[in-house]
């Protein structure tokens, strides 16, 4: 199993900045990809960002490109999710995950191929 904890959340005025970091504990060595999703308020959960943890690539929603950039720490086996520009829209529960078993050379972003999830951290913008 792994264990996933979230933090960096909280309100920012429009066009604000915020780092998000994800701590993964447990089977670490086996991470393949992780991953950020959101979730605002009354719609579904939607891919952000992801990262694959050997090689670093990285995929994004077109959403968060150009305001958004996933990066990760191997050896505190955290990854970080830094937004800018932020804005209403950015609101949303977000959430981390990891991939065990990904092959493929690009990261998902579907949520399930994603196997264990964080409990996630409120994003807040106001206008």
């Known amino acids: 199993q792994v264990q996933l904890v979230e933090s960096g959340g909280g309100l920012v005025q429009s066009g604000g900045s915020l780092r998000l970091s994800c701590a993964a504990s447990?089977?670490?060595?086996?991470?393949?990809?992780m991953g950020w999703f959101r979730q605002p308020p009354g719609k579904e959960r939607e891919f952000v960002a992801a990262i694959k943890w050997t090689s670093g690539l990285t995929s994004y929603a077109d959403a968060a490109k150009g305001r958004f950039t996933i990066s990760r720490d191997n050896a505190k086996s955290t990854v970080y999710l830094q937004m800018i520009s932020l804005k209403p829209d950015d609101t949303a529960v977000y959430y981390c995950a990891v991939d065990l078993f990904c092959i493929q050379d690009r990261p998902p972003s579907s949520t399930s191929e994603y196997n264990y999830w964080g409990q996630g951290t409120q994003v807040t913008v106001s206008a």
């Open positions: 447990g089977r670490t060595l086996s991470m393949a990809a």
